[in-house]
């Protein structure tokens, strides 16, 4: 079984400041890790992913996320948050005996202000 | 490039009747398409897996009788919920899935917002 928890429903920055959305997992597998960001009307779309590869990812938008296996952690970040950057972000897992299904996390809306 | 759309974007129905949400990958073809509903404040939760051709595989807990999946070709998966209740309102949100791409590279429609009445 596969699960992830993303700590904070809401995240509230100034423009400029540093981002940091936090996610924990739980896997029996080798787990491959999503960031999916969500604007109003709009498609999820892959912000980065983690494949067992390089534990730093970096992603689209000057986003990056770090994997931690001894933290089950998988956290997101930016240095300097942007307007546009506005949304909900979900934590994803795949992986395991259902090949290809995702797990999503409870998502994070994170407000940018002025 | 990798668009999926869905229609309609929103939809309201009375209690009792069905209703028919199309999602569409429309510059490739998709061999398996995805379908999730997200309630309000919770998360995606997948619904079943169809693979064009093929019955849909739905997740436990789903009622494939009430919730009918077509996928009859490799651009078009329908969801059709039948005899709808209010309980039934709900965010619908599909993805597509492109032949020779890793299992979890899926790529998501806008969704489709269900206000059963």
């Known amino acids: 079984a596969q699960s992830v928890t993303q700590l904070d429903s809401h995240v509230s920055v100034s423009e400029g400041t540093p981002v940091l959305l936090r996610c924990n997992y739980s896997?029996?597998?080798?787990?491959?890790l999503f960031w999916y960001v969500q604007h109003p009307n709009k498609g999820l779309q892959l912000l980065l992913k983690?494949?067992?590869?390089?534990?730093l990812v970096k992603g689209i938008n000057g986003f990056e996320a770090e994997f931690k296996k001894s933290e089950t952690s998988f956290h997101l970040t930016k240095p300097s948050a942007h307007m546009s950057d506005a949304a909900e972000y979900f934590c994803?897992?795949?992986?395991?005996?259902?090949?290809?299904?995702?797990?999503f996390g409870q998502g994070t809306i994170l407000t940018v202000h002025p | 490039g990798a668009v999926v759309s869905q229609h309609p974007s929103r939809v309201i129905c009375k209690s009792g009747t069905s209703v028919k949400i199309e999602c569409r990958s429309l510059?490739?073809?998709?061999?398996?398409m995805f379908w999730y509903r997200q309630f309000p404040k919770q998360s995606l939760m997948l619904m079943a897996t169809?693979?064009?051709?093929?019955?849909?595989?739905?997740e436990q807990g789903v009622e494939k009788d009430k919730f009918l999946i077509n996928h009859a070709s490799l651009t078009l998966s329908t969801l059709t919920v039948t005899s709808a209740h209010p309980e039934d309102s709900s965010f619908y949100i599909c993805?597509?899935?492109?032949?020779?791409?890793?299992?979890?590279?899926?790529?998501f429609g806008p969704g489709t917002r269900l206000t059963v009445t």
């Open positions: 993805s597509a899935r492109a032949p020779g791409r890793e299992a979890y590279e899926q790529y």
């Open positions: 896997s029996s597998y080798s787990p491959s």
């Open positions: 983690y494949t067992s590869a390089a534990t």
């Open positions: 994803v897992v795949a992986g395991g005996t259902s090949y290809g299904k995702l797990t």
């Open positions: 510059d490739f073809q998709a061999t398996t």
């Open positions: 169809s693979n064009e051709g093929s019955k849909a595989t739905y």
